[in-house]
């Protein structure tokens, strides 16, 4: 009881462990602990228990509170900077686009071949500069939990066929010579999921296939029901550059792109924030992303998004 009321809601899990470490210590591994952010009054602390065991005997607990009141208030007031700085930004960003635009129209007079190149490199690093722009609001709005979702029955038809019209138009856009395959099990159910937030994960990933694959390679998008028949499973597979074992940790980290893996890496422009916000926003559906991949042959990212359910959506 004194547990409960100090720590509230999370000491029910808290007792649940314990009790089980206490039955069965032999299952004990090293890396067995519980690790918890507890608001106490005006302060914000860490709190991490781990077992203390002695052969195959449960003698207790170690409990170490750490104050991080400053960490949290230093991380808040960083994100909040870069929202204001990202917001302010935005206006020059999309002045300097558009009269970049204009004069490759010719509205100020024609122009001759090296200023229309000065000019397309200006737009370029406009438009690089926008996206990343966008990406850090992104990033501010999931930190702040201001990420607006409306939940709906989505077919995973329109998915997949808006994915692969997204792919089939940068192909023709750009040139690029990949087959693209597509493979959807027939009478999928609808997900329960934001259709402009499952858009946005799914056209990332079939971005990033696209953009590592080098000519002559194979995307192919596949969508099956998960083996328990709880969700559904999209994927985007490519024949690309791959990734390495040693850096597979970090591919959902912020601001990684590993450009020392290869020219390509390097050739396309991106800010490492892509498979963060898609991560988060695939959290935010209650949903699982995880990627198979082997280096110089590929890799798979799939993405697993529970069905919807009538029954469950309130009124």
């Known amino acids: 009881m004194e547990l409960a009321g100090f720590y509230g809601g ?29 608001e106490l009054d005006l302060r914000v602390v860490s709190v991490r228990l781990s077992p203390v065991i002695m052969g195959d005997q449960f003698l207790g607990t170690v409990s170490v509170f750490r104050d991080i009141t400053k960490m949290v208030e230093v991380d808040r007031l960083k994100t909040e900077f870069v929202a204001t700085v990202s917001h302010e930004l ?28 000065f000019l397309e490199t200006i737009k370029q690093n406009a438009d690089r500069l926008s996206h990343l722009v966008n990406d850090l609001l992104e990033v501010s709005r999931i930190d702040q939990d201001r990420v607006p ?7 995973v038809q329109d998915i997949m066929g808006s994915l692969q019209e997204h792919i089939r138009g940068r192909i023709e856009d750009e040139n690029k010579l990949l087959e693209l395959h597509v493979e959807v099990e027939p009478d999928l159910p ?18 990033n296939a696209f953009n590592y694959t080098y000519d002559g390679g194979r995307l192919t998008l596949r969508a099956r029901l998960d083996g328990d028949k709880h969700g559904v499973v999209m994927q985007v597979q490519d024949t690309g550059i ?13 601001f990684f792109r590993g450009d020392e893996l290869d020219d390509l890496v390097l050739d396309t ?11 988060s926003l695939v959290e935010m559906h209650n949903g699982s992303i995880w990627f198979e991949s082997e280096l110089g042959v590929g890799s798979t990212f799939s993405v697993c998004i529970p069905i919807y359910q009538p029954e469950e959506e309130q009124v």
Do not use: C
């Not at 558009?98 to 090296?114: R, V």
């Not at 979702?149 to 077919?155: D, G, I, L, N, S």
């Not at 402009?196 to 990933?205: A, F, G, V």
């Open 190 to 207: 609808d997900l329960r999921a934001d259709f402009d937030r499952i858009i946005q994960i799914m056209h990332n990933l079939g971005d």
């Open 242 to 254: 791959g990734i390495p074992p040693e850096v597979g940790d970090r591919i959902f980290e912020r």
């Open 90 to 117: 935005r206006t020059p960003m999309t002045s300097i686009k558009g009269y970049a635009d204009l004069l490759l129209l010719g509205a100020a007079g024609e122009i001759s071949e090296a200023q229309q190149r």
């Open 269 to 279: 422009p991106g800010t490492g924030l892509g498979l963060s916000i898609v991560k």
């Open 10 to 38: 999370t000491s029910a899990g808290w007792l649940e462990t314990i009790e089980r470490w206490t039955s069965d210590p032999t299952h004990i591994e090293g890396s067995d602990f519980i690790e918890v952010i507890l």
């Open 149 to 155: 979702m409306r939940f709906a029955a989505v077919p």
